[in-house]
């Protein structure tokens, strides 16, 4: 066979047409991987954002939630509660009144104890003393004696007149001073005349008026005018 007929070797280091068709193929699939690579890729952190998002928005609403179902708490924590059970006479919890008035009204018998929110006006007008449950605390109040529940977080009762026995751990606050009770029992009384008297009977307190701060274990008296 002649060397002429022989067909021509193929240079060293260059491709043959079925090689570079086969190249362009491969180069052309491993671009459209790469394309949808980066789709997913962007994909993905727009599902990321979307679910920051939705957090975002959620958080706040799941606070307003909570905040209208234990608001007439008054971000009160777990346990904490006031709570008003009427005496044996006439008393009264914001709107409901109980016992028998002398002008014949009927009023509620129902004696169970009767869940308070900050702002309600609690009495005894008459019988035996009604009784104020706030926090680890309560106000025992006699007839004639009247209070407001001020907050539930830190307990705080309003003595508006009258008389009325603190029990337990209770800040009580007056027009004329403000005793906070730390153990024990004390018996508070309330006029314009006098001003505000503390007997403390058992325990410990203190009474902070216009003429300062004055410590009271039992058996002490302390005035505040």
Not at 48 to 77: C, D, E, N, Y
Not at 113 to 122: A, E, K, R, T
Not at 182 to 211: F, I, M, N, R, Y
Request: charged share 20%; net charge positive; hydrophobic share 35%.
């Amino acid at each position: 066979m002649a060397t002429d007929d022989l067909p021509p070797e193929p240079h060293q280091g260059r491709l043959s047409p079925e090689e570079l068709a086969q190249r362009k193929d491969e180069l052309m699939r491993e671009g459209r991987a790469r394309i949808a690579d980066a789709q997913s890729g962007r994909v993905g952190r727009e599902v990321s954002q979307s679910r920051i998002r939705m957090r975002t928005l959620l958080l706040p609403a799941f606070g307003i939630v909570l905040f209208l179902h234990f608001g007439s708490r008054a971000g009160a924590p777990l346990g904490v509660h006031a709570a008003f059970t009427p005496g044996g006479g006439e008393s009264f919890a914001g709107p409901r009144t109980f016992g028998s008035p002398s002008d014949g009204t009927a009023n509620s018998s129902d004696r169970s104890p009767i869940q308070l929110s900050p702002g309600d006006v609690v009495g005894t007008k008459s019988g035996t003393a009604s009784v104020l449950e706030l926090g680890k605390g309560r106000l025992i109040l006699e007839s004639g004696a009247r209070a407001v529940v001020s907050s539930l977080m830190p307990p705080r009762a309003r003595l508006l007149g009258g008389t009325a026995q603190a029990e337990g751990r209770l800040r009580v606050v007056t027009a004329h001073g403000i005793f906070d009770i730390h153990s024990g029992l004390a018996t508070l009384s309330l006029s314009a005349a006098k001003g505000l008297v503390v007997d403390q009977l058992e325990g410990s307190g203190t009474l902070t008026g216009p003429g300062g701060e004055q410590q009271v274990s039992a058996g002490d008296r302390a005035v505040s005018r």
